[in-house]
């Protein structure tokens, strides 16, 4: 029995260390938490992209569901994104809102044009300043929010074929069911 | 992972490694070519922290020494490795004008935390505080600490044991393999 004991704790060493491996291919490493699931989005008001005097403030988004995704030109992985997004959008059943983040506004309408728009209203915030609200820290990241304002889901990182099946389509068809 | 403009974090986490490995091996052979390129590396991460705060205009020096020490103690959420102080990434800009904001309206070291907190979960703090969910973070060394101290007890009871039984003839009941 003695001799196997560092055979035992050999193993179980090893098996340590594969749990490890395979924790960090189960998730996202870097993904920090979001300690704003289930409260309130915070409130905001930003100019729309495209019409920069007009604004979009929480209220006027309230009373259906919308999935914020939050993109900007200069990021490399919301190219990753987009397709997803064009694709699935239509088949979500929620709203698209754009956040355009920390972006000049020219070179998000050129990003837009180039490969579309998947969003129904598209808002801007170059300065960053109510992302800091969001505990957004870098783009791509989506918020699924329902009709009364509340975080339901967020996911950080690209949004993949993979995510928006296992994921975010189980979220909002939770909101359908409390909502009818 | 996302692709991030993380600056020059790579490089300046390297040389902040060797820099505390230099510190380390203090008592160097002289004149050695080592000493020359600690010299050159200590020259080099001066420059790149530098570089990583532009200057911001605070009332007075004591402010200052505040506000470093405050941003040495909070995480960069997009380049995790790096505190804001040292983060060139764009929401460590951010968050660091944020912070310097928040100091002009007077609020307390406590009070800035907490809403960074409140937004980017207990992450962004590099002195996680003792809850719940981080008490093996800070006791699982000691438990470990405990438990290897415990099979050496062990050990050493058995071994002191073994002559004592007074076996005679040629002992080889002392050699059982446990010497690992």
Same mark, same amino acid.
């Given at each position: 029995m003695s001799r196997l004991l560092p055979f035992i704790g050999f193993m179980l060493l090893a098996a340590l260390f594969g749990f490890g491996i395979w924790?960090?291919?189960?998730?996202?490493? +870097?993904?920090i938490p979001t300690p704003l699931l289930d409260k309130p989005a915070?409130?905001?008001?930003?100019?729309?992209?495209?019409?920069?005097?007009?604004?979009?403030?929480?209220?006027?988004?309230?009373?259906?569901?919308?999935?914020? +995704?939050?993109?900007?030109?200069?990021?490399i992985e919301c190219g990753v994104e987009h397709p997803v997004l064009q694709a699935e959008g239509p088949t979500l059943g929620v709203q698209l809102v754009g956040y355009n983040y920390k972006d000049a506004p020219?070179?998000?309408?050129?990003?837009?044009?180039?490969?579309?728009?998947?969003?129904?209203?598209?808002?801007?915030?170059?300065?960053?300043?109510?992302?800091?609200?969001f505990g957004v820290y870098g783009a791509p990241e989506s918020f699924?929010?329902?009709a009364r304002g509340v975080i339901r889901y967020?996911?950080?990182?690209?949004?993949?074929?993979?995510?928006?099946?296992?994921?975010l389509k189980p979220a909002i068809a939770a909101l359908r069911k409390e909502t009818p | 992972m996302r692709l991030s403009p993380c600056g020059s974090g790579f490089s300046r986490d390297v040389l902040g490694m060797l820099r505390q490995k230099a510190s380390r091996l203090k008592p160097l052979p002289q004149g050695s070519l080592l000493r020359l390129l600690?010299?050159?590396?200590?020259?080099?991460?001066?420059?790149?922290?530098?570089?990583?705060?532009?200057?911001?205009?605070?009332?007075n020096?004591?402010?200052?020494?505040?506000?470093?020490?405050?941003?040495?103690?909070?995480?960069?959420?997009?380049?995790? +490795?790096?505190?804001?102080?040292?983060? +060139?990434?764009?929401?460590?800009?951010?968050?660091?004008?944020?912070?310097?904001?928040?100091?002009?309206?007077g609020k307390t070291d406590d009070e800035i935390?907490?809403?960074?907190?409140?937004?980017?979960?207990?992450?962004?703090?590099?002195?996680?505080?003792?809850?719940?969910?981080?008490?093996?973070?800070?006791?699982?060394?000691?438990?470990?600490?405990?438990?290897?101290a415990g099979v050496v007890l062990v050990a050493i009871r058995k071994r002191g044991r073994m002559p004592a039984n007074g076996s005679s003839g040629p002992r080889p009941s002392i050699d059982n393999g446990d010497d690992w």
């Open positions: 924790w960090n291919t189960q998730h996202d490493p +870097n993904a915070p409130a905001f008001n930003l100019p729309k992209l495209y019409e920069p005097t007009q604004t979009v403030s929480k209220a006027d988004l309230l009373g259906k569901p919308y999935l914020l +995704n939050v993109f900007a030109s200069w990021c020219a070179d998000a309408k050129r990003w837009l044009a180039e490969h579309g728009s998947p969003y129904a209203v598209v808002i801007a915030d170059e300065p960053g300043q109510t992302a800091i609200d699924l929010i329902d967020k996911h950080i990182g690209p949004l993949t074929p993979e995510v928006v099946a296992k994921e | 600690l010299v050159i590396l200590f020259a080099f991460t001066g420059t790149l922290h530098a570089q990583a705060i532009e200057p911001m205009p605070f009332a020096h004591a402010q200052e020494l505040r506000f470093q020490h405050l941003t040495h103690e909070l995480r960069c959420p997009m380049c995790q +490795n790096e505190t804001l102080a040292d983060s +060139n990434a764009p929401i460590a800009r951010d968050l660091r004008n944020q912070i310097f904001k928040m100091m002009q309206q935390k907490q809403y960074l907190v409140a937004r980017y979960s207990k992450f962004v703090l590099y002195d996680p505080p003792l809850t719940r969910g981080t008490w093996l973070l800070w006791f699982g060394p000691l438990l470990i600490l405990l438990g290897g």
